[in-house]
């Protein structure tokens, strides 16, 4: 689950638990949606009071918030924390499959595609060339994993060469794949930075697992029918000069 927090993140060399935004109310909640946040964390440190202010109110609509921490200035230890549920489903995925693609035990719900604007990505097919293509995947958790799979995401050019790529554990390995639970939704950061000196053009995105010691891939199929290079098309880019 995928968190958006008014906290300064843990240092760590995996992922972080949370992503830090300066002021949770300044998006809504379509916006952390789109990112893939399933909650929103509000903190008094950044509000500066012991009452929530009412330009958090619309971070409301999906749903009632927790608090932790008292409002009681005698009784707080700590920042009081309101986590608000974002109301995240498959349907806030914009980019889709052409079917139901299934990769090993997940279906690829499909990825949302946008350029980098410092807290998250704003919708864009077009990139500069040295550009970071911001994507975020869903996967909807179908069965347990047996194994350990790095998620893949190619870009390939018109002939089919790879002209960038990012191969990682998902969440940079904090939340392996034998750890997904059926039935949920997850999310992952899969951004690819584009070479300095790729060409201007229009480019494919694939997207895949495979097994980082065998390099073995799970089975791909596309609505039912198997994908021999265990890989699944989602979308394109331009690159413009």
């Known amino acids: 689950t995928r968190v958006a927090a ?5 240092p760590h060399p995996q992922e972080a638990r949370w992503s830090e935004v300066q002021a949770a109310a300044a998006h809504d909640l379509a916006w952390y949606r789109a990112q893939g946040f399933a909650y ?20 409301l609509a999906a749903g009632e918030a927790q608090e932790f921490g008292s409002n009681r200035r005698g009784e707080l230890l700590g920042p009081r924390l309101v986590a608000f549920p974002t109301g995240l489903s498959v349907s806030d995925v914009h980019i889709r499959p052409a079917g139901t693609a299934r990769i090993g035990a997940a279906t690829l719900v499909g990825v949302n595609r946008g350029r980098l604007d410092g807290e998250g990505i704003t919708p864009s097919e ?12 869903f ?17 390939l050019d018109a002939a089919g060469n790879r002209v960038a790529q990012r191969d990682a554990a998902p969440w940079q390995g904090r939340y392996p794949t034998s750890s997904w639970q059926p039935g949920s939704l997850f999310v992952d950061v899969s951004d690819v930075i584009l070479p300095p000196t790729i060409a201007p053009g229009e480019y494919r995105i694939v997207v895949g697992m495979f097994d980082p010691a065998t390099f073995a891939r799970p089975p791909v199929s596309l609505d039912g029918v198997g994908q021999p290079e265990g890989l699944i098309e989602l979308t394109m880019i331009r690159v413009v000069p």
Do not use: C, N
Not at 126 to 137: D, E, K, P, Q
Not at 141 to 149: C, L, S
């Open 139 to 155: 996967w909807q958790v179908e069965e347990r994993f047996t194994a350990d799979y790095f998620i893949f995401v190619h870009i």
């Open 40 to 59: 929103v964390v509000a903190s008094s440190k950044r509000w500066g009071s012991l009452e929530l202010p009412a330009r958090y109110t619309p971070l």
């Open 126 to 137: 077009t990139f500069r060339a040295g550009a970071i293509v911001g994507l975020r995947s």
């Open 6 to 10: 008014e906290l300064r993140p843990v």
